[in-house]
C-alpha cells in the first residue's frame, strides 16, 4: 500500500520529467551519393567547330529551387557526336554517375526520342552483351526545323526487346532514372 | 450447503471495463475452499458466472466438466452447481453466449464455491451474434475473432482475419502487406491496441502492415463505436484490439501446436505456444514461424511477392497477494516482405507504361521463395510491465509501463550496390506510462479514470543517402480521461471524456541548398466526449445508441512529407499548417433475435468530420532529373461517411446455419462536393454451414460454402484515379473441419478454399491493382493440437 502510494507520486514527477527532457537531437544530413543532379549532352560536329551543350543542371535534387536548363541550337544536315555526362554535384569532389552507368552498362540504357526535329540518332558504343548503352551517341540532322528532344536513362530495362537495340523504348520496362526534355532548333 | 458467498467480492477483482480494458484481465477466478467433512465423492462444486464488464450476472451459461464429459447449466441468476464429484482434479469449461470459453483447473479436495467473471463483447459497443450452441462459424461473423479461427487461419495476417468482420476492410499492397480499414477509415485514423498498449510503428504509410502476429491472441476484437475513450492511441473512434487471455489456473502444462500449408506461394506457417499455471508464476511462451513464396494471380506469379515472418511472445504473471498482481509481456514481430517487382515504378511515364498491362513487368514463369528489392523489413518489440493493486472490493488501480522499437527498412532498385542499402530507414522507439483507477460504486455503477503519458521518437537512419520522406521527431503526448455508468433495470449508461495535450518537435534538413536544420514545434489541445446507452427492449431485442466528439490532431507525414512516394510516383508534401480533425460520429445498433433461429443485427452510422485532412493532387507538375512528377499536398476539407453493416443468420435446424452480411458505405467531401477516394467498396457476403452430429471421437465437424460479392466503387468521379475503377467480383470460398478427441489432447483438421473458381480480378482498395490481378485459386489445409 505504501509503496503504490508512492508511486502515485511518483507519475507526476515522471511526467514533468518527460515533458522538460533535451530536444531531439539534429539529424545527420545523409550523404546523397546515388542522386544525379546533372546531365550534360555535349554534341561535336565532325567536320569540326564549336560543340553544343544541351544542359540540365538541378544541384539540390528534387524539390527547393527549380532546375536549370540549358537548350542549344543546330545546324542542319550536320552529323554530330554526342557525349552524355552525368554527374553529382551534392558530393564534394564531384562525382561522375556516368562512370557507374558505364560500369553496369548492361543494366542501363539511353533513349533519344526527338519531337518535331528533323534528326536521328545511333548508338556508338555496346555493353558486354553487344546492346548498345548511349553514353555516345550520333546525331544527324536534316533540314531546318524545331521541336524537343527527350533523353531517357532507364535502369534494368529488357535490353533484349524488340526495337530496343534500334533505340526504340516501348519494349524495354525497366525503371525512369533520368527524363528531361530540351527545346532543339535546327537552323 | 452454506453459500458463503461475499457478492462484493466478485467486482472488486473482476470488473475491468471490457472490452475497453487493456485484454490482461479477461477472467479472473478465485477460489475459496470450504472447511467440511468431503467424502468421496460427494463433493460439490458451485458458483455463479457474471460479466466481467459490468459485475452483472450471466444467466443460462454452461459448465462442462471435461474429466466426465458432461455439464450443467446456469439459471436465470447465473448460480450453477455440480455434485456428487470424487476428490480429484478437474477441468472445467466454462461457456456463455457471446463470451470466449473459460477454463478452470479445479484440484477438488472439499466443497467449492468459485466465482467466475466471463469476458464479454457487448459492452455499449456493437454486438455478437448469438445462437443457442457456439461454434466458430458464428464467431467469425460477429466482431470478434476467437481463438480457433485465429489458429486455423494462421497463415492469414491480421488485417485478413479482420476483413470477415463486417465493416471492416483491408487496404492493401499486394499479396504481403494490408492494414484494417474500419467503417472507411485507416492508419493513424484507426488505433491497433497489442495488448492493451496502442501499436506505435510507421503507421501513416499505406504499404505499412501493423506489426502484430495474431497468434498471441485469444480473440481480436474492433470497436467500431464512437466512445473508445479509454485507449490511447489517436484514433476518431474506432479500435482494433489484440488481447492474449489470462493464463488459466491449471497447475498442467498446456499448448498448442498448429502447421499451416497454403497452395498459393506454397506457403508454411508454423506456430507454438506453452503454458502453465506453475508455482512461482504462470507463463505463456509462443512462436510463429512463415515463410511464402511467390504469389500467383489466375494467369502468372506475382513475382518477388514472397514473405518471411519470425515471431515469438512471452507472458508472465505472478499473483504476489490478494492484492496484488504483477504481469509481463515481450513480444518480437520480424518480417520481410517481397513487393511485386513490376510495381516499382521511376517515374510518371513508367507508372503509364505499367498500369493496366495485362502480365505486369519483370514477371517470371518460375516461382520462387526468394525475395529480392523491392522489398521492407520490419522488427518490432514490445516489453509491457503491469502491476494491479486491488485496495479493497470497490477499488482497484493498474499501473502499465510500454516500451517499443520499430525498425523499419525499406529496400527499392537501385544503382550500383545500393539494393542492399535501404531507400528508407527508421528506427522508431515509443514509451508509455498509464495508471487506471476503477472504482464500483453501489447500485451498479463504476466510474474508470486514467492518466496516461506517452514519448515517441522517431529517428532517419543516414545510412540511406536519401533525403527523409518523413522527418526525425519526437512527439510527448499526456492524456487524461474519465468514463461513468450505470446500470438502471434495462438500460445501461455510459459517459465518458478525455483530454490530450500533444507536444511535437520536429527537425527536419532543407530541400534547398545548403542543407540546413529547421526545427519545428507544434502543441494540439484535443478533447473527446462520448455517450452510450445499451437498452434491452424486450428479451429479445437490443439497442445500443453510441455517440462521441473526438479530435485527432495531424500526424507528422500530413504536416511535414517532403519527398517521392515511390508507390504512388507523386511527389508528397506536407503542411504544416494543419488544425486537428473534429469528428463525430453516431452508432445505432439493433439486435434482434427470433426464437433463437433468427439473429439479425442492423448497425447504422454517420459520421461528420470537420477540416478532414487528405491528399489533393496540384495542378502543377514538379520538374526532377527523373522527369515531371505530379505533386500532392495535404488539404483539409469537411467529410461525411454514412453506412450500415447488416448481419442476418438463420438457423431452420440445429445443423443448418445460413448466414448474410452486407455493407454499405458512402463517403463524401461535402466542402468540394466529390466523393472521397479510397472508401471500400459495397459488399455481399453469403454463407451455408452444416455441422455433424458429434461423434464418440470427432466432435465439431462441419463444413460450409461461402460467397463474398465486392461492388464496383461506383461512388467516384472519373477523374478522381489514374485508371478506371475495377469492376465488381464474386469468390467463392468452402471450408471443412474436424476434431478428433485423443486421450489428453484435441486434434484439429481443417480444409479452407478461397477464391475457388480462381476469379481474375483487381480489388479497389488494392494498391496494386495498377499492376497486376488479385491472387488466385488458394486451399490452405490445417492441422494442429491442443494439449
Known amino acids: ?187 | 450447503m452454506i453459500q458463503r458467498w461475499i457478492s462484493g467480492m466478485l467486482p472488486s477483482f473482476t470488473k475491468e471495463g471490457c472490452p475497453k480494458g487493456t485484454g490482461w484481465f479477461l477472467f479472473s477466478v478465485f477460489l475459496f475452499p470450504f472447511s467440511g467433512f468431503g467424502q468421496n465423492c460427494s463433493l460439490s462444486i458451485s458458483g455463479s458466472l457474471a460479466d466481467e464488464g459490468t459485475g452483472i450476472p450471466m444467466a443460462y451459461g454452461t459448465v462442462y466438466v471435461e474429466e466426465l464429459q458432461s455439464g450443467v447449466a446456469a439459471d436465470s441468476s447465473g448460480n450453477f452447481r455440480l455434485t456428487n464429484l470424487c476428490k480429484g482434479s478437474y477441468h472445467l469449461r466454462f461457456n456463455h453466449i457471446g463470451c470466449e470459453t473459460h477454463t478452470v483447473f479445479i484440484d477438488l479436495k472439499k466443497d467449492t464455491t468459485i466465482a467466475i467473471s466471463m469476458h464479454h463483447h457487448n459492452e455499449l459497443v456493437d454486438e455478437v451474434v448469438v445462437h443457442d450452441h457456439h461454434s466458430q462459424q458464428e464467431t467469425a461473423a460477429s466482431t470478434t475473432i476467437n481463438q480457433e479461427t485465429i489458429t486455423e487461419e494462421a497463415n492469414k495476417d491480421l488485417s485478413e482475419m479482420l476483413q470477415q468482420m463486417t465493416g471492416v476492410s483491408s487496404l492493401r499492397t499486394g499479396a504481403g502487406v494490408s492494414k484494417p480499414v474500419v467503417h472507411g477509415l485507416t492508419g493513424n485514423r484507426v488505433a491497433v491496441l497489442n495488448n492493451g498498449v496502442a501499436q506505435s510503428g510507421q503507421q501513416w504509410g499505406n504499404d505499412h502492415a501493423p506489426e502484430i502476429d495474431p497468434y498471441v491472441a485469444e480473440h481480436i476484437s474492433v470497436v467500431k463505436g464512437a466512445s473508445a475513450l479509454a485507449y490511447p492511441g489517436n484514433s476518431l473512434g474506432s479500435v482494433v484490439l489484440i488481447e492474449p487471455s489470462e493464463i488459466a489456473n491449471d497447475p498442467h502444462l498446456h499448448g498448442n501446436v498448429n502447421y499451416v500449408f497454403q497452395t498459393n506461394g506454397l506457403g508454411h506457417t508454423l506456430n507454438a505456444r506453452l503454458e502453465k499455471y506453475a508455482k512461482w508464476a504462470a507463463w505463456r511462451v509462443s512462436a510463429t514461424a512463415k515463410v511464402f513464396g511467390d504469389r500467383s494471380a489466375p494467369d502468372y506469379y506475382l513475382t518477388n511477392t514472397g514473405k518471411r515472418e519470425y515471431d515469438v511472445a512471452a507472458q508472465l504473471e505472478k499473483h504476489i497477494s490478494s492484492k496484488w498482481e504483477m504481469k509481463f509481456y515481450y513480444s518480437l514481430f520480424n518480417t520481410e516482405i517481397g513487393i511485386l517487382r513490376g510495381s516499382h515504378i521511376g517515374n510518371l511515364t513508367d507508372l503509364q507504361e505499367a498500369i493496366g498491362r495485362d502480365v505486369p513487368f519483370f514477371t517470371k514463369d518460375t516461382f520462387s521463395y526468394k525475395i529480392n528489392a523491392p522489398h521492407q523489413t520490419v522488427q518490432h518489440h514490445l516489453a509491457k510491465l503491469q502491476s494491479r493493486h486491488i485496495f479493497n472490493e470497490h477499488q482497484t488501480l493498474r499501473l502499465t509501463y510500454a516500451a517499443q522499437v520499430n525498425n523499419r527498412k525499406e529496400f527499392d532498385i537501385r544503382r550500383g550496390d545500393r539494393s542492399n542499402t535501404p531507400a528508407l530507414s527508421l528506427l522508431l522507439w515509443d514509451q508509455f506510462l498509464e495508471s487506471v483507477y476503477d472504482h464500483f460504486f453501489e447500485h451498479d455503477r463504476k466510474l474508470k479514470t486514467g492518466i496516461q503519458l506517452r514519448i515517441t521518437d522517431n529517428t532517419n537512419n543516414p545510412e540511406t543517402g536519401i533525403l527523409p520522406l518523413i522527418p526525425d521527431y519526437r512527439a510527448y503526448r499526456a492524456g487524461a480521461f474519465a468514463i461513468f455508468q450505470e446500470q438502471k433495470g434495462h438500460v445501461l449508461y455510459e459517459l465518458g471524456a478525455r483530454y490530450d495535450l500533444t507536444d511535437l518537435q520536429v527537425v527536419a534538413i532543407s530541400s534547398s541548398l545548403p542543407r540546413e536544420i529547421e526545427r519545428h514545434y507544434h502543441v494540439f489541445n484535443n478533447y473527446s466526449l462520448s455517450a452510450g446507452m445499451r437498452w434491452q427492449v424486450l428479451p429479445q431485442l437490443k439497442l445500443n445508441l453510441d455517440m462521441g466528439h473526438v479530435l485527432r490532431s495531424p500526424q507528422v507525414n500530413e504536416l511535414y512529407s517532403n519527398g517521392l512516394h515511390q508507390g504512388v510516383s507523386g511527389i508528397e508534401l506536407g503542411n504544416p499548417n494543419l488544425k486537428s480533425e473534429r469528428s463525430s460520429k453516431v452508432v445505432l445498433t439493433a439486435d434482434w433475435n427470433v426464437r433463437k433461429k433468427l439473429f439479425v443485427q442492423v448497425l447504422g452510422y454517420y459520421q461528420y468530420v470537420q477540416d478532414f485532412i487528405y491528399l489533393q493532387p496540384e495542378s502543377e507538375f514538379r520538374l526532377t532529373i527523373r522527369g515531371a512528377f505530379p505533386l500532392y499536398s495535404y488539404h483539409q476539407t469537411d467529410a461525411t461517411l454514412i453506412g450500415t453493416d447488416v448481419l442476418a443468420s438463420y438457423e431452420p435446424i440445429e445443423s443448418i446455419r445460413l448466414m448474410v452480411k452486407y455493407s454499405f458505405l458512402q463517403g463524401d467531401d461535402v466542402r468540394n462536393h466529390k466523393p472521397l477516394v479510397y472508401m471500400p467498396s459495397n459488399n455481399l457476403f453469403g454463407s451455408f454451414a452444416y455441422t455433424f452430429k458429434d461423434g464418440k471421437k470427432m466432435k465439431n465437424s462441419s463444413v460450409s460454402i461461402n460467397g463474398r460479392y465486392v461492388f464496383k466503387q461506383n461512388h467516384l468521379n472519373a477523374d478522381q484515379d489514374i485508371m478506371p475503377v475495377p469492376n465488381g467480383y464474386f469468390l467463392l470460398g468452402a471450408n471443412l473441419g474436424t476434431s478428433f478427441k485423443l486421450k489428453k489432447a484435441t486434434l484439429r483438421c481443417s480444409l479452407r478454399g478461397e477464391n475457388l473458381l480462381n476469379t481474375r480480378y483487381r480489388d479497389y482498395l488494392n494498391r496494386q491493382r495498377y499492376f497486376s490481378d488479385d491472387l488466385g485459386w488458394n486451399v490452405s489445409a490445417q492441422i494442429g493440437v491442443t494439449f
Open chain 1, 1 to 187: 500500500m505504501k509503496n503504490t502510494k508512492k508511486l502515485l507520486w511518483a507519475l507526476p514527477l515522471f511526467a514533468i520529467a518527460l515533458l522538460t527532457s533535451c530536444e531531439k537531437n539534429d539529424p545527420v544530413i545523409p550523404n546523397q551519393e546515388e542522386i544525379i543532379t546533372t546531365l550534360r549532352y555535349t554534341l561535336t560536329p565532325d567536320g569540326g567547330g564549336s560543340a553544343v551543350i544541351f544542359q540540365f543542371q538541378d544541384v539540390d535534387g528534387d524539390g527547393g529551387n527549380a532546375p536549370v536548363i540549358t537548350n542549344g541550337n543546330l545546324a542542319s544536315n550536320t552529323t554530330y557526336s554526342g557525349s552524355l555526362l552525368l554527374l553529382n554535384e551534392t558530393t564534394n569532389p564531384v562525382d561522375t554517375t556516368s562512370n557507374e552507368v558505364a560500369n553496369e552498362a548492361v543494366d542501363h540504357q539511353f533513349f533519344f526520342q526527338p519531337s518535331g526535329i528533323n534528326a536521328t540518332f545511333a548508338y556508338d558504343d555496346a555493353d558486354a552483351n553487344g546492346n548498345p548503352i548511349g553514353l555516345a551517341s550520333t546525331m544527324a540532322t536534316g533540314a531546318a526545323s524545331s521541336g524537343t528532344l527527350t533523353i531517357t536513362l532507364r535502369h534494368q530495362p529488357d535490353k533484349f526487346a524488340t526495337g530496343a537495340s534500334s533505340g526504340d523504348i516501348t519494349n524495354v520496362g525497366g525503371e525512369t532514372d533520368i527524363e528531361v526534355t530540351f527545346d532543339v532548333t535546327i537552323q
